[in-house]
């Protein structure tokens, strides 16, 4: 099983519409949790971090914890073209909130 | 701030010949981290090092790979001798250290990338 785990996609939604995107992670010791966008031949650059239960909402992302279930998602509201993009989630192992593991990454269109 | 630069963008070399990766992270990070990225693997830590001392290399692939930090502006990866299953996408990050406020210092921050080619 891996450490963190994402549906690859791809995930197509229509302009306008709320795209979901979920991953699971392994390590019930968790505590940092981040979303990275990345654009195709570009690096990833973070979009939202998460630390405690809840909901955290940063303009049309929203990012949701669950560490119960251990799950966390990203809801991205009124998706528009310029979000399509791969969705990486980033997880911090148990005891070193430096290192980190990534998903493999959800593809995410988003038709005109 | 200029962010995490890398070079080169791209190299293109034949197997047998040694690579070298550069990198120079954030001004004031105390993390360096080293990854790669293929389709087949995702993106995967190589290694990283705090105040210039590596402090976790289990993710490099074998001996052929080494990395250094001889100062805090300044990391080099070098693969000797290279082969084609080399080749990737290399980032360099670094990060700050998490503070004992318990801020959200500990985000990496990424370079452009080395795409490495070896034929």
């Known amino acids: 099983q891996k450490e963190v785990e994402q549906n690859s996609g791809p995930l197509s939604v229509p302009e306008g519409a709320i795209a979901s995107l979920n991953c699971t992670y392994s390590?019930?010791?968790?505590?940092?949790f981040f979303w990275y966008r990345q654009y195709s031949g570009k690096s990833p650059e973070l979009i939202m971090s998460?630390?405690?239960?809840g909901d955290k909402e940063d303009g049309r992302f929203t990012a949701q914890l669950n560490k119960a279930s251990q799950y966390v998602s990203l809801l991205i509201r009124d998706s528009q073209p310029s979000d399509s993009a791969t969705y990486l989630c980033a997880v911090n192992m148990e005891g070193n909130f430096n290192k980190f593991y990534f998903g493999s990454g959800t593809k995410l269109n988003v038709k005109p | 701030d200029a962010g995490v630069i890398q070079s080169p963008r791209h190299e293109v070399t034949e197997m047998g010949q040694e690579v070298t990766l550069r990198c120079k992270p954030i001004?004031?990070?105390?993390?360096l981290f080293w990854y790669r990225q293929t389709m087949m693997r995702g993106l995967e830590l190589l290694i990283y090092f705090n105040n210039n001392v590596p402090i976790d290399d289990s993710g490099m692939p074998e001996d052929r790979f080494s990395a250094k930090m001889p100062n805090a502006s300044f990391s080099t990866l070098k693969i000797q001798p290279s082969e084609p299953r080399d080749s990737a996408v290399y980032f360099c990050?670094?990060?700050?250290?998490?503070?004992?406020?318990?801020?959200?210092?500990?985000?990496?921050?990424f370079g452009p990338g080395t795409r490495l080619t070896v034929l």
């Open positions: 390590d019930r010791g968790s505590q940092s």
């Open positions: 990050a670094s990060s700050q250290d998490r503070g004992l406020s318990g801020t959200s210092t500990d985000t990496q921050y």
């Open positions: 001004s004031g990070h105390d993390y």
């Open positions: 998460i630390y405690s239960n």
